[in-house]
């Protein structure tokens, strides 16, 4: 909406899917540790596999 609300959560399933289509990379769900995203802007979330881990930044645009 007009305050950079979201008519839905952005989940980690979400997430996963915008990296595999943005890079080739493949990440589980389970591995992109976040609260589901309710507003536009940047968040950081993190991603863990195995003993590796690391942050991300997402920016959710509104769509035009």
Do not use: Y
């Amino acid at each position: 909406n007009e305050k950079g609300h979201l008519f839905k959560a952005v989940s980690a399933r979400d997430v996963a899917q915008a990296i595999k289509d943005t890079t080739g990379i493949t990440f589980d769900e389970r591995a992109i540790k976040m609260d589901p995203l309710k507003e536009c802007g940047t968040h950081t979330i993190r991603i863990t596999e195995g003993k590796l881990g690391g942050e991300c930044q997402v920016r959710i645009s509104p769509q035009k």
